[in-house]
T-cell receptor
Protein backbone atom coordinates (compact mmCIF):
# COMPACT_ATOMS: atom_id res chain seq x y z
CA UNK A 1 0.00 0.00 0.00
CA UNK A 2 0.88 3.67 -0.08
CA UNK A 3 3.40 4.83 2.49
CA UNK A 4 5.65 7.69 3.54
CA UNK A 5 9.08 7.35 5.12
CA UNK A 6 10.82 10.29 6.71
CA UNK A 7 14.04 10.62 8.59
CA UNK A 8 13.97 9.98 12.28
CA UNK A 9 14.60 12.81 14.65
CA UNK A 10 15.26 14.67 16.61
CA UNK A 11 17.14 17.03 14.36
CA UNK A 12 19.04 19.58 16.41
CA UNK A 13 20.47 22.65 14.68
CA UNK A 14 21.90 26.00 15.60
CA UNK A 15 20.10 29.13 14.49
CA UNK A 16 20.86 30.09 10.84
CA UNK A 17 21.93 26.54 9.95
CA UNK A 18 20.74 24.79 6.78
CA UNK A 19 17.91 22.30 7.23
CA UNK A 20 17.11 19.16 5.28
CA UNK A 21 14.46 16.66 6.36
CA UNK A 22 14.29 13.68 4.04
CA UNK A 23 11.01 12.19 2.87
CA UNK A 24 10.45 9.35 0.40
CA UNK A 25 7.20 7.77 -0.62
CA UNK A 26 5.62 4.69 -2.17
CA UNK A 27 2.37 5.18 -4.02
CA UNK A 28 0.26 3.99 -6.90
CA UNK A 29 -1.54 6.48 -9.06
CA UNK A 30 -0.50 10.13 -9.05
CA UNK A 31 0.12 11.29 -5.49
CA UNK A 32 0.01 14.82 -4.22
CA UNK A 33 2.64 15.53 -1.59
CA UNK A 34 2.52 17.71 1.50
CA UNK A 35 4.52 18.96 4.43
CA UNK A 36 2.59 19.74 7.60
CA UNK A 37 4.04 21.38 10.71
CA UNK A 38 2.93 20.90 14.31
CA UNK A 39 4.01 23.43 16.91
CA UNK A 40 4.03 22.32 20.57
CA UNK A 41 0.55 21.60 21.93
CA UNK A 42 -1.19 22.43 18.68
CA UNK A 43 -2.77 20.71 15.70
CA UNK A 44 -1.15 20.40 12.29
CA UNK A 45 -0.87 23.23 9.80
CA UNK A 46 -0.19 22.89 6.09
CA UNK A 47 3.31 24.17 5.35
CA UNK A 48 3.55 23.50 1.61
CA UNK A 49 2.39 21.12 -1.09
CA UNK A 50 3.12 19.90 -4.62
CA UNK A 51 0.62 18.17 -6.84
CA UNK A 52 2.70 16.89 -9.74
CA UNK A 53 6.23 15.87 -10.64
CA UNK A 54 8.86 18.66 -10.63
CA UNK A 55 6.54 21.05 -8.78
CA UNK A 56 8.23 23.02 -6.01
CA UNK A 57 6.21 23.93 -2.96
CA UNK A 58 7.42 26.85 -0.86
CA UNK A 59 6.29 28.80 2.18
CA UNK A 60 7.96 30.76 4.99
CA UNK A 61 11.40 30.06 3.55
CA UNK A 62 10.82 26.31 3.37
CA UNK A 63 10.95 24.49 0.03
CA UNK A 64 10.36 20.98 -1.24
CA UNK A 65 10.52 19.63 -4.79
CA UNK A 66 8.41 16.69 -5.99
CA UNK A 67 10.95 14.25 -7.48
CA UNK A 68 9.17 11.41 -9.21
CA UNK A 69 12.38 9.72 -10.34
CA UNK A 70 13.61 9.35 -6.77
CA UNK A 71 10.11 9.27 -5.17
CA UNK A 72 11.22 12.00 -2.79
CA UNK A 73 9.94 15.27 -1.34
CA UNK A 74 12.72 16.53 0.91
CA UNK A 75 12.08 19.62 3.01
CA UNK A 76 14.77 22.34 3.02
CA UNK A 77 15.34 25.74 4.55
CA UNK A 78 18.43 27.84 4.09
CA UNK A 79 18.52 29.44 7.53
CA UNK A 80 16.44 28.10 10.41
CA UNK A 81 15.20 30.14 13.34
CA UNK A 82 14.33 29.15 16.90
CA UNK A 83 10.66 29.69 15.99
CA UNK A 84 10.93 26.85 13.43
CA UNK A 85 11.21 24.33 16.26
CA UNK A 86 8.32 21.93 15.71
CA UNK A 87 7.43 18.48 14.42
CA UNK A 88 7.33 18.20 10.63
CA UNK A 89 5.17 15.61 8.87
CA UNK A 90 5.49 14.50 5.28
CA UNK A 91 2.23 13.22 3.79
CA UNK A 92 0.67 12.06 0.55
CA UNK A 93 -2.67 11.49 -1.09
CA UNK A 94 -2.74 9.04 -3.94
CA UNK A 95 -5.43 10.08 -6.35
CA UNK A 96 -7.59 7.44 -7.93
CA UNK A 97 -11.06 7.65 -9.37
CA UNK A 98 -13.51 8.27 -6.52
CA UNK A 99 -10.74 8.39 -3.93
CA UNK A 100 -11.27 10.28 -0.72
CA UNK A 101 -8.99 12.79 0.96
CA UNK A 102 -7.18 10.16 3.01
CA UNK A 103 -3.83 11.61 3.89
CA UNK A 104 -1.09 9.13 4.66
CA UNK A 105 1.44 10.55 7.08
CA UNK A 106 5.03 9.84 7.88
CA UNK A 107 6.00 9.40 11.52
CA UNK A 108 7.11 13.00 11.93
CA UNK A 109 10.52 14.58 12.52
CA UNK A 110 11.16 16.76 15.54
CA UNK A 111 13.27 19.82 14.77
CA UNK A 112 14.91 21.65 17.66
CA UNK A 113 16.69 24.91 16.83
CA UNK A 114 19.04 26.30 19.44
CA UNK A 115 19.92 30.01 19.70
CA UNK B 1 -12.63 33.51 11.74
CA UNK B 2 -13.34 30.12 10.28
CA UNK B 3 -11.77 27.08 11.79
CA UNK B 4 -12.12 23.85 13.70
CA UNK B 5 -12.82 23.74 17.42
CA UNK B 6 -12.05 20.65 19.44
CA UNK B 7 -13.08 20.17 23.03
CA UNK B 8 -12.08 19.44 25.64
CA UNK B 9 -8.38 20.15 25.23
CA UNK B 10 -7.50 17.77 28.06
CA UNK B 11 -9.59 14.89 29.32
CA UNK B 12 -9.04 12.24 31.95
CA UNK B 13 -11.04 9.04 31.98
CA UNK B 14 -11.23 6.03 34.22
CA UNK B 15 -10.92 2.61 32.66
CA UNK B 16 -14.27 1.24 31.53
CA UNK B 17 -15.80 4.62 30.78
CA UNK B 18 -16.85 5.92 27.41
CA UNK B 19 -15.86 9.46 26.52
CA UNK B 20 -16.92 11.73 23.65
CA UNK B 21 -14.63 14.26 21.99
CA UNK B 22 -16.25 17.18 20.25
CA UNK B 23 -15.28 18.57 16.84
CA UNK B 24 -17.05 21.54 15.29
CA UNK B 25 -16.14 23.39 12.09
CA UNK B 26 -17.50 26.56 10.51
CA UNK B 27 -15.59 26.24 7.25
CA UNK B 28 -18.55 24.78 5.34
CA UNK B 29 -16.44 21.70 4.63
CA UNK B 30 -18.17 18.51 3.57
CA UNK B 31 -15.49 16.07 4.71
CA UNK B 32 -14.32 15.52 8.27
CA UNK B 33 -11.74 13.19 9.80
CA UNK B 34 -10.46 11.87 13.10
CA UNK B 35 -6.81 10.99 13.56
CA UNK B 36 -4.96 9.56 16.51
CA UNK B 37 -1.38 10.64 17.24
CA UNK B 38 1.03 8.55 19.29
CA UNK B 39 4.72 9.26 19.86
CA UNK B 40 6.86 7.81 17.08
CA UNK B 41 3.87 6.61 15.05
CA UNK B 42 2.68 9.70 13.26
CA UNK B 43 -1.02 10.08 12.62
CA UNK B 44 -3.40 7.21 12.05
CA UNK B 45 -6.90 7.60 10.61
CA UNK B 46 -9.75 6.45 12.86
CA UNK B 47 -12.90 7.47 10.96
CA UNK B 48 -13.83 9.85 8.18
CA UNK B 49 -17.00 11.28 6.75
CA UNK B 50 -17.47 12.67 3.26
CA UNK B 51 -21.03 13.87 3.77
CA UNK B 52 -23.72 14.19 6.41
CA UNK B 53 -25.18 10.90 7.66
CA UNK B 54 -22.36 8.88 6.12
CA UNK B 55 -18.99 7.81 7.51
CA UNK B 56 -16.37 5.12 6.95
CA UNK B 57 -13.85 3.32 9.09
CA UNK B 58 -10.25 4.31 8.80
CA UNK B 59 -7.23 2.20 9.65
CA UNK B 60 -7.80 1.88 13.41
CA UNK B 61 -11.57 2.15 13.98
CA UNK B 62 -11.89 -0.62 16.57
CA UNK B 63 -13.08 0.71 19.91
CA UNK B 64 -14.28 4.01 18.45
CA UNK B 65 -17.59 5.29 17.12
CA UNK B 66 -18.69 8.47 15.35
CA UNK B 67 -21.80 10.22 14.10
CA UNK B 68 -22.37 12.86 11.45
CA UNK B 69 -25.83 14.28 11.99
CA UNK B 70 -24.83 17.81 11.05
CA UNK B 71 -22.36 19.13 8.51
CA UNK B 72 -20.58 21.16 11.17
CA UNK B 73 -20.13 18.42 13.75
CA UNK B 74 -18.28 15.10 13.87
CA UNK B 75 -18.02 13.82 17.47
CA UNK B 76 -15.82 10.86 18.31
CA UNK B 77 -16.67 8.44 21.11
CA UNK B 78 -13.84 6.46 22.64
CA UNK B 79 -15.48 3.38 24.06
CA UNK B 80 -14.36 1.07 26.83
CA UNK B 81 -13.52 -1.45 24.10
CA UNK B 82 -10.55 0.65 22.99
CA UNK B 83 -7.61 -1.12 24.59
CA UNK B 84 -5.13 1.71 24.63
CA UNK B 85 -7.04 4.99 24.44
CA UNK B 86 -4.44 7.34 25.92
CA UNK B 87 -3.40 9.53 22.98
CA UNK B 88 -3.67 12.90 21.28
CA UNK B 89 -6.73 13.08 19.03
CA UNK B 90 -6.90 15.39 16.05
CA UNK B 91 -9.97 16.35 14.06
CA UNK B 92 -9.68 17.72 10.52
CA UNK B 93 -11.88 18.83 7.68
CA UNK B 94 -11.65 19.50 3.97
CA UNK B 95 -13.77 20.26 0.97
CA UNK B 96 -15.04 17.08 -0.63
CA UNK B 97 -12.75 15.54 -3.19
CA UNK B 98 -14.21 15.65 -6.66
CA UNK B 99 -11.29 16.48 -8.87
CA UNK B 100 -7.56 16.05 -8.36
CA UNK B 101 -6.89 19.62 -9.45
CA UNK B 102 -9.29 21.43 -7.15
CA UNK B 103 -6.96 21.57 -4.19
CA UNK B 104 -9.41 19.46 -2.26
CA UNK B 105 -6.57 17.55 -0.66
CA UNK B 106 -5.68 20.16 1.95
CA UNK B 107 -6.86 19.36 5.44
CA UNK B 108 -7.51 21.94 8.15
CA UNK B 109 -6.81 20.61 11.63
CA UNK B 110 -8.13 21.46 15.04
CA UNK B 111 -5.83 22.03 18.02
CA UNK B 112 -6.38 18.52 19.34
CA UNK B 113 -7.69 16.80 22.45
CA UNK B 114 -5.39 14.91 24.79
CA UNK B 115 -7.07 11.93 26.43
CA UNK B 116 -5.48 10.20 29.40
CA UNK B 117 -6.90 7.03 30.88
CA UNK B 118 -6.16 6.63 34.56
Amino acid sequence: GDSVTQMEGPVTLSEEAFLTINCTYTATGYPSLFWYVQYPGEGLQLLLKATKADDKGSNKGFEATYRKETTSFHLEKGSVQVSDSAVYFCALISIRGGATNKLIFGTGTLLAVQP
Amino acid sequence: DGGITQSPKYLFRKEGQNVTLSCEQNLNHDAMYWYRQDPGQGLRLIYYSQIVNDFQKGDIAEGYSVSREKKESFPLTVTSAQKNPTAFYLCASSIRHRDRDTGANVLTFGAGSRLTVL
